[in-house]
């Protein structure tokens, strides 16, 4: 499986609950932290859920 690098590029005050959980649920705490997860159809759709908010990256 292809792995994606996610980096949380605004700010998670002001947004709705549920997207602050997935945030940290991928391990996005801060802005400009990055992390790395393995594509699985559950990480594509937390990521999906929140793409307004990161950058993702192909690795």
């Known amino acids: 499986m292809a792995k994606v690098k996610l980096t949380l590029v605004k700010s998670l005050i002001g947004r709705k609950k549920e997207h602050i959980a997935t ?3 991928l391990g996005l705490r801060k802005i400009r932290q990055n992390v790395e997860h ?3 159809p559950q990480i594509r759709g937390m990521i999906n859920k929140v793409i307004y908010l990161v ?3 192909e690795v």
């Open 38 to 40: 393995e594509e699985t």
């Open 23 to 25: 945030c940290k649920a």
């Open 55 to 57: 950058n993702v990256e």
